[in-house]
């Protein structure tokens, strides 16, 4: 029985089987695609260049899709994303560089290249105390410019398409606390200045959790997926012990997850880059019902005993290699991978194929066409 879009990822994050694989290109965290690719895909579609404004870029320097593109490739999910507050909204220093609303700075080496974050409002203090996390402008969680329109446009999807909606959130505690006092430091105060860094932790949670409750008191009734960033791992290994993540991070996942949870009845995705089996379990404790992008080629991440082990608990978004299949292999190498990945995380329902972390620019437009067209014709 052919499904609906909506029907089948529903379903499939339910664990059931369905009529196919539900895919999806763009619309969850981080399965959208580089600038150059895109145009090259495009080209390859012999559909019209698109006028890639800086808009529709985000900090990897990706695009969404166009509607045409996905309905070329039957994609089931679409995005919504929020909007720029009111209240300190993006400032632009020149075309290269920029504040955001947590005051950090970010900046790229050229106008396709990534935009990096490279200064937190914290990051110069060597000392740290407590007191100190007071001076800085923090985000207004409830700032009416994040919401602006959204119901309209969630709605809007909901009522004339039958696809899956993903509202895609802000990235959660962890990376956001780095970014306010740098990568290194703050795993150094992990260990050597608690206090601070669970304090520190602590408010940034109070204010995630305010603009996830800002945004799905809007569209918690409407959305039938909610997204968020927190990478904890590297390509060997997690960035913490499972000692240390219980200690110090798990307490503030579990808060924001459960605050989720709290106001929509539509599942929760993560996006943690790396090897993270060594937390995953812990991960699926605080609430966790979906992981992405499931770094199959990373330290521990075997696809099959990911399954096996955790399938029962745990949902998988993502799986198709990004480092070296895609970019590298042939589009039969990107069919078996598809088929494989079919195979091994989606027995019993609880996959959505996409591609692990964001499509770069020198992945060939024919391995793109062989992803999603192979999804189908498993069907």
């Not at 909506?6 to 981080?30: C, I, Q, S, W, Y």
């Not at 396709?112 to 740290?128: K, M, S």
């Amino acid at each position: 029985m052919s499904m609906s879009h909506r029907e089948r990822v529903v379903k499939a994050l339910n664990h059931e089987e369905t009529d196919r694989t539900p895919m999806d290109f763009g619309g969850g965290p981080a399965t959208q695609i580089h600038p150059d690719a895109y145009l090259a895909l495009l080209a390859h579609l012999g559909l019209e260049s698109e006028d890639l404004v800086e808009g529709t870029r985000g900090e990897g320097q990706v695009v969404v899709p166009s509607e045409e593109v996905l309905r070329r490739f039957d994609i089931d999910v679409r995005p919504a994303h929020l909007s720029q507050p009111d209240v300190r909204p993006r400032q632009r220093i020149d075309e290269l560089s920029y504040f955001d609303d947590w005051g950090v700075r970010w900046e790229k080496a050229y106008f396709t290249a990534p935009d990096i974050n490279i200064e937190g409002p914290l990051q110069a203090l060597v000392d740290p105390d407590i007191s100190v996390i007071d001076s800085i402008k923090w985000p207004v969680p409830d700032d009416p410019g994040r919401v602006r329109g959204l119901r309209d446009r969630v709605e809007k999807l909901r009522s004339s398409t039958d696809y899956a909606i993903v509202l895609n959130l802000p990235n959660s505690t962890f990376a956001l606390s780095q970014r306010l006092r740098g990568f290194t430091e703050l795993l150094e105060d992990l260990l050597l200045n608690e206090a601070f860094a669970e304090a520190l932790q602590e408010r940034v949670t109070d204010v995630i959790c305010g603009i996830a409750t800002t945004a799905l008191n809007e569209v918690g009734d409407l959305i039938d997926g909610v997204a968020f960033g927190d990478d904890m791992g590297i390509q060997t290994q997690s960035f913490l012990s499972r000692d240390l993540y219980r200690k110090m991070i798990k307490p503030h996942h579990a808060r924001f997850v459960g605050t989720l949870h709290s106001l929509t009845d539509a599942p929760v995705i993560m996006h943690s880059d790396g090897s993270i089996r060594e937390l995953l379990g812990d991960i699926i404790d605080c609430g966790v019902d979906v992981i992405n992008p499931v770094q199959t080629n990373a330290e521990g991440m075997d696809p099959g005993e990911l399954k096996l082990e955790f399938g029962k608990d745990v949902c998988f978004w993502g799986g198709i290699d990004t480092q070296k299949v895609l970019p590298f292999g042939s589009p039969q190498d990107v069919a078996q991978e598809v088929r494989d990945r079919i195979e091994d995380l989606g027995r019993g329902g609880g996959y959505v194929v996409a591609s692990v972390h964001n499509i770069q620019s020198e992945v060939p437009p024919e391995n793109v066409v062989a992803m999603y067209d192979t999804v189908r014709e498993s069907a």
